[in-house]
């Protein structure tokens, strides 16, 4: 058996690719800790830029491991509460990861295989791919990824798609929200460098500091976070990155973090 998740730093960006094939990628314990402790070291590392998220094999993701979790009919519920959040902190820790996180989706993404799609900053998706909140189907609920999954697409798509467990498309993943390109499956690769590429042509503490932004100023009334609004572009406006970013506009030529 070999490692579960594999991580390669290429430049500025670490490719973290799930390695469970011959199961579709699905999360057993091992593959649960595996993801946590990489966002949590990546979330120390001060030189990434961007992360990938892929899946080795036919799919990206098939969610919960079935026969992991079958075992846990014989466990106690206590152990089963310990168990569900250990995952629970797993997506936690990826969907706080500070530098943008894009999901490369082929195949499928079902139940928690969804629930990593949805604490991505960016999915890109094939054509061809099939979702699916299918834990109902189980007769189990998708529950530690609903926070995150509702942020994506909503109570409305949730109540359709949480209590059916129907499987849809590409292009309705799109449409509620849960991906943001769409591409033939050959051009997967691709679409994530164009990606990339922008992220790496922005600054790299003006990106983390978008996200964070993201995080809380969303579903909070203007005036609630009027004050943070301004802080946070005074701040900007004021560091050197900033600085640099601005006069690098001004003077025509290329900010000293562009990687080309
Ligand atoms: N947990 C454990 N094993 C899984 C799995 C899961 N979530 N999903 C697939 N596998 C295993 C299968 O049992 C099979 O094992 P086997 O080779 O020992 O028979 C192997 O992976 C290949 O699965 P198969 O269904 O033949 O592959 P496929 O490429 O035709 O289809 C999927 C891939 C993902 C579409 C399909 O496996 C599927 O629908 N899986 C269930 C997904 C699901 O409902 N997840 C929600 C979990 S909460």
Redesign the pocket.
Known sequence: MGQPLVIRREGFVEHVVLNRP???N?FNPALVEALRGWAVSTAASTDARAAVLSGAG??FC????????SATIVASRDENVEDASRMATMFEALDRLPIPLIGRVH??A????LGLASVCDIVVAADDA?F?F??V??G?V?SVISPYALAKIGRSAARELFLTGARFGAARAKEIGLVHAVVPADRLDEAVNRFVGEILSAGPEAVRHAKTLIRRVAGRPASEVSAVTAETLADRRVSGEGQEGMRAFLEKRTARWVVR
């Open positions: 011959d199961v579709r699905a036919k799919v098939a969610g919960g491991d079935l026969a992991a979790m195949g499928a079902l139940g928690g295989g099939v699916g299918t834990e189907k189980l189990i998708p």
